[in-house]
């Protein structure tokens, strides 16, 4: 069974519980079919309004440490943001009293640290156009010490809890993924109990041809076309399971895949990964008994500041395929 008595394990599943509930809030009473293509405002005063949860909760419990967030608040303290800010104070007030648009501003600039020998990382939206979608997205949260991520949660409001996350059916009420370094990684309905909790794993899979790799609706976060030659290489055969943001790492851990790239779009080469959109998912799939590394099979660095500064890409896989995965990558890089 999952041990929730320590601090921090409580308050990151507790954090990302209430800011997934949020999200939902926010996802029900914006987003309609009248919603222009165009129009992101919900999915700007959701980001927005849960790291300013987290922010709150974070002063609550663990005021001395830092937070290295995705968002920050000056755009919101323009004239022409004001209701935008309003919006945001009227949901997180619904989680705390004293969310004034002040306060709110001060919790979401918690997340402005640039890096500390203790400190959070938050994604309060990982996945923004699944969000607005209606599919996939997740709320991610991860503890770092000394460059190492020791805890890590997912709030993913639209997959099912294992077993049922593998046949991505509909009608569920979400999921929450916790890893603790050294305790294995678990998931749970997000309404669930600690009862709940389910010890989860990767595959088993160490046929190449047979792993099932992960991939995005989205093409701006990848290079489609050598993802299409790192699978030829690999020899794939086996159907790719598509979705967006760190509920791929829950898929991943869960056994619901083998493999999982983040390689350099041709619009950005030299992008770096922040450390939000990697920190939760890669522990929870290493407890699950994977590897994640970048794509010449170097470990993680969290401790470089908001970006993963040494390494390029990401290759998470089951661990069992990983050294096919680099032999492929080295092929198609």
Not at 246 to 259: D, F, H, M, W
Not at 312 to 327: D, M, P, S, V, W
């Amino acid at each position: 069974m999952l041990n929730t008595n320590t601090p921090e394990i409580q308050f990151a599943l507790h954090a990302v519980r209430q800011a997934s509930i949020l999200v939902q809030q926010v996802q029900t009473e914006m987003i309609s079919p009248a919603l222009t293509k165009d129009d992101r405002s919900p999915v700007t005063v959701a980001d927005f309004a849960a790291q300013a949860l987290v922010g709150f909760l974070l002063d609550q419990h663990f005021p001395n440490d830092s937070m290295i967030g995705e968002e920050d608040s000056s755009v919101l303290q323009t004239p022409e943001e004001r209701r935008t800010l309003e919006r945001i104070t009227d949901f997180v007030g619904r989680f705390t009293e004293g969310a004034t648009p002040e306060s709110v501003c001060a919790w979401i600039d918690r997340g402005s640290s640039e890096s500390a020998p203790r400190f959070w990382t938050l994604d309060p939206i990982d996945g923004t156009k699944g969000f607005l979608r209606g599919d996939q997205y997740a709320v991610a949260l991860a503890l770092v010490e000394n460059d190492k991520v020791l805890v890590g949660a997912l709030g993913c409001p639209q997959l099912p809890s294992p077993p049922a996350s593998l046949i991505w059916g509909d009608g569920n009420n979400g999921s929450i993924y916790i890893a603790v370094r050294g305790q294995g990684a678990w998931a749970a309905p997000l309404n669930g109990s600690d009862i709940d909790f389910t010890q989860i794993y990767v595959s088993p899979q160490s046929n190449p041809t047979q792993a099932r790799l992960m991939r995005s609706f989205e093409s701006g976060h990848t290079n489609i076309s050598k993802m299409d030659i790192f699978a030829q290489a690999l020899g794939v055969q086996a159907q790719a399971v598509r979705m967006d943001s760190q509920a791929k790492y829950a898929v991943l851990a869960s056994g619901g895949g083998e493999i999982y790239l983040r390689m350099l779009s041709k619009s950005r080469p030299d992008y770096r990964e922040k450390i939000w959109d990697q920190a939760a998912g890669s522990i929870i799939t290493e407890e699950a008994g994977g590897r994640v590394t970048d794509l010449h099979g170097q470990e993680l660095n969290f401790g470089l500041g908001r970006t993963l500064a040494n390494t390029r890409g990401i290759c998470a896989t089951n661990g069992f395929l990983h050294e096919h995965a680099l032999k492929a990558l080295r092929e198609t890089l």
